[in-house]
């Protein structure tokens, strides 16, 4: 079993930065890659960025590539999402996910198994 637990949320005008963190706990040596989705009431979770086991592997959305930074610290078992130049469209609740495998999509969510509480963004003009 794997716990995640979000942290730094928080509201920010247009251009600003926030930095999330998602502290994993338990069996993280199984894990094969982590990863922050995003949703907003009545819309279909989006996958932000993904960062795959040993960290030298990243991959990220259209939507926040070049504005949002991924990372992990091993010794810290805490993932990062670094963002900048938000905008309002990065307003969501912002999800830390994990999992054991993933397929051809790691941005597509249906294969993460464990999953964080959420932290909500919220991004004003």
């Known amino acids: 079993q794997v716990e995640l637990v979000e942290s730094g949320g928080g509201s920010v005008q247009t251009g600003g930065s926030l930095r999330l963190s998602c502290a994993a706990s338990g069996d993280i040596y199984r894990l094969w890659c982590m990863a922050w989705f995003r949703q907003v009431p009545g819309k279909k979770r989006e996958g932000v960025a993904v960062i795959y086991r040993g960290g030298d592997k990243v991959r990220y959305s259209e939507s926040v590539k070049d504005r949002f930074t991924i990372s992990q610290d091993n010794a810290d078992k805490t993932m990062y999402l670094q963002m900048n130049s938000l905008q309002t469209d990065d307003t969501a609740i912002y999800y830390c996910?994990?999992?054991?495998?993933?397929?051809?999509?790691?941005?597509?969510?249906?294969?993460?198994?464990?999953w964080g509480q959420g932290t909500q963004v919220t991004v004003s003009s």
């Open positions: 996910a994990a999992a054991d495998y993933v397929g051809a999509d790691p941005l597509d969510d249906y294969e993460y198994i464990y």
